[in-house]
């Protein structure tokens, strides 16, 4: 409040002086004249409304000699809410003013004195006692305690601590440009002690024309915040929390009032007033993009729903260029729950990532920078800031904050086609199965070991089932194993042990059908999206999945590159790596030392794929022309795996583990996942383009079980981490 008040100041009853301290009323002075110097003599007491004497050379009161006499005079104040007060007057001579028995004041000699104190007084009664003496010549005394008149500025706040959660003690004043504190558990200003305490702000705001405004700001712990008097934010209350309110403010002048107390902990205050079009929107991505890099230049301004942009090489906007431009998005978010929350993500090239203020990821340098931080946030409004620069190559970017837990989503992808009408369509492609159905050939067509448990073909035979099904075909001299002996169409057969074979009508279109797999079913997983980069933790995979896979250990940076650069499901790609390498044992994965293969003349051969032809050379060969790796067996073909692996490898540069890790995921990506083939079943059956063109092909696997068989990893992978999240794609035929 602005001007004089009741004051609550009250003048101590110990120490400072001799003599008998005079009693105090209520309202009025009270007032001892002694007829000596110090305060001896016999004494006259009166009472007064205020101390204002021009006793000039005349007595003061009956009995009191016109010089050489002394008094005190005492007042008990109540005041009603801590603050600055100020002691003022003038006197000749001598004059000590004592305010709870502390001088405050101290001209006690001979002469003419004017004086002015200022000092804070806490809520609730003080004594305050002025001592005087007069020597000679003209008396005068004039003293007054009152409160200081608040001047509340518009350039900044004012406030008053105290050293209580509930504005009781002795007051400090402070000033501050804005209020945006993070104390901690340290002291907020000097002379109040860490741990407990409060505060009032005060600051006037002049609106030039009728504006909305928003309120807003994060609190621990209580907060009540007053606009002209009416109060628009309450949470009085212990712990941390964000609050904002919508508010019009007239044309004029306003007074905005901050109360704040903290009980323990981590004390926190910030308060901001901001118009409500300049206020970052709620959910909802602002985009500012720069045409330079450094976020200067050109403005075109943006927003979005999600902060997901694959940009590749392509320009952002109109008028920003295709490199070197930068880009600023900034969002609220407003949690329902404390907790543990994932930031996750990952830009190419450099980014910083703010929350609240706060830094929590810095990578601003040229390269692909995946990440995902843990941290606790309170319930409430959080604000995060994106900063992000492209230099060349393909731009993206992506930021997401979700609360830590293992989500699930799914959804559904509907055929104009009968699963039924789709069976018939695969099986023309030979579909095939590791599954031991009894399988015979004709006895006739073996020439038997002398063991006559073996044996090996005697020209190129049919295998076949107890009802005649085509299983498969031996070519000639194949060896063979004998496990029985059967009569079938009065044929003497050989029952043996098989391979792979081709799979019957009833078992392939089991593993079509995507009714026969339920969520509660590991198997479910092959219809989880390929195309969902998770932006997991890297630490947590290189200690919980990659810590035992020989050559993949401590690679789950590349991983976590290649997932987000190619927007691939870094899961799926170590499931593939991990299958392919043999857990990172196999030698196309732990290096293979080759060379250009050249004729007799010196020139370089290409394979008919226009590969350059390599020869693989032995592992501690010490000429060779490059080592190289490939994780996921892109181009290892079954009748030429390593040499075709290697070739692969050496004409796509993968002469590094990563290298072969993050480019070989493009393969993937390129030919499969986005081609439709999104899940492990689409990679499996490709029903897009089994609809689109009338019959099956571009898959994956030939073998039937191949999408379920690759789910078993995805279970071992996923159930080893903490938070999570994947989304389905279930087929439905018509």
């Not at 005087?132 to 003209?138: F, L, S, V």
């Not at 989880?528 to 401590?554: P, R, T, Y």
């Not at 501690?620 to 009748?639: H, R």
């Not at 692996?645 to 995921?665: C, D, H, L, Y």
Request: positive net charge; glycine residues 8%.
């Amino acid at each position: 409040m602005v001007g004089v008040v009741t004051l609550g100041l009250v003048l101590f009853s110990s120490g400072g002086f001799s003599g008998t301290t005079a009693e105090a009323s209520s309202g009025k002075w009270s007032v001892t004249y002694y007829p000596k110097l110090n305060f001896k003599g016999t004494a006259v007491k009166k009472t007064v409304s205020d101390i204002n004497f021009a006793w000039g050379t005349k007595s003061p009161a009956a009995k009191i000699p016109v010089n050489k006499f002394s008094a005190k005079l005492t007042k008990t104040l109540t005041v009603k809410e801590g603050a600055k007060y100020r002691i003022s007057g003038k006197a000749n001579d001598g004059v000590r003013v004592y305010v709870n028995g502390k001088k405050k004041v101290d001209y006690w000699k001979d002469g003419s004195h004017s004086f002015k104190k200022d000092l804070m007084l806490a809520k609730g009664d003080h004594k305050v006692e002025v001592q005087y003496y007069d020597q000679k010549g003209n008396a005068y005394l004039n003293a007054d305690v009152e409160k200081v008149p608040e001047t509340i500025p518009t350039d900044k706040w004012t406030g008053l601590f105290f050293p209580s959660s509930n504005f009781t003690g002795t007051p400090v004043s402070t000033t501050a440009s804005n209020l945006k504190f993070s104390w901690g558990s340290k002291a907020p200003v000097d002379k109040i002690a860490k741990g407990t305490y409060s505060a009032i702000y005060q600051k006037k705001v002049v609106v030039k024309k009728d504006t909305k405004y928003v309120l807003m700001g994060k609190a621990n712990d209580g907060v009540r915040i007053y606009v002209d008097g009416v109060r628009k934010v309450n949470e009085w209350k212990d712990g941390t929390r964000n609050f904002e309110k919508n508010l019009t403010l007239k044309k004029g002048t306003h007074t905005i009032k901050v109360e704040y107390y903290n009980k323990s902990g981590s004390a926190q205050l910030q308060v901001d007033l901001k118009e409500s079009e300049k206020v970052t929107p709620l959910e909802r991505w602002a985009v500012t993009l720069y045409g330079n890099q450094d976020l200067t230049g050109n403005k075109v301004y943006q927003s979005a729903a999600t902060l997901d942009y694959d940009w590749g090489t392509k320009k952002p906007a109109t008028g920003i260029p295709t490199n070197h431009f930068s880009a600023i998005f900034e969002k609220r978010t407003k949690l329902t729950s404390s907790g543990t929350y994932i930031l996750s993500g990952g830009a190419n090239d450099g980014i910083r990532v703010y929350v609240d203020g706060t830094k929590k990821v810095d990578q601003w340098k040229n390269g692909t920078h995946p990440f995902n931080i843990e941290m606790k946030l309170d319930a409430g409004i959080h604000v995060i800031k994106v900063e992000y620069y492209d230099n060349t190559g393909f731009a993206k970017v992506k930021v997401d904050l979700k609360e830590k837990s293992n989500i699930t989503r799914a959804a559904k992808s509907g055929y104009n086609v009968t699963l039924d009408s789709a069976l018939s369509k695969q099986m023309s492609t030979n579909p095939q199965t590791d599954k031991k159905y009894e399988a015979f050939i004709p006895a006739s067509s073996v020439k038997l070991a002398s063991t006559k448990t073996s044996g090996t073909t005697k020209e190129k035979v049919n295998i076949i089932t107890t009802d005649s099904r085509k299983l498969g075909s031996l070519s000639k001299n194949a060896k063979v194993t004998i496990q029985d002996n059967k009569t079938i169409d009065k044929k003497k057969y050989y029952k043996i042990a098989t391979g792979w074979v081709s799979a019957s009508k009833a078992d392939t279109k089991y593993y079509m059908d995507p009714s026969n797999f339920t969520k509660s079913d590991t198997s479910y997983y092959q219809f989880a999206k390929l195309s969902m980069f998770s932006a997991l933790n890297e630490s947590e995979i290189n200690q919980k999945i990659l810590h035992d896979k020989g050559i993949l250990k401590d690679q789950a940076s590349s991983f976590l590159e290649a997932g987000f650069k190619y927007g691939v499901n870094e899961i799926y790609l170590i499931s593939h790596a991990n299958l392919e390498t043999g857990r990172g044992s196999s030698r196309l994965a732990k290096g293979i030392k080759v060379k250009t293969k050249k004729d007799s003349k010196g020139n370089i051969v290409y394979a008919a794929n226009k590969e350059k032809e390599i020869v693989v050379l032995a592992d501690d060969a010490k000429d060779y022309e490059a080592k190289v790796y490939n994780m996921y067996g892109i181009g290892a073909y079954d009748s030429c795996a390593l040499e075709c692996g290697a070739r692969r490898a050496f004409n796509e540069g993968w002469t590094t583990p990563s290298k072969a890790i993050v480019e070989g995921a493009q393969f993937a990506a390129e030919n499969y996942i986005y081609a439709g083939q999104d899940t492990l079943y689409k990679m499996r059956w490709n029903p897009d383009q089994l609809v689109e063109k009338g019959y099956a092909t571009h898959q994956y696997a030939s073998d039937i079980g191949w999408a379920v068989k690759q789910t078993k990893n995805y279970v071992e992978l996923y159930s080893l981490l903490n938070s999570y999240t994947v989304v389905y794609d279930v087929p439905s035929y018509k």
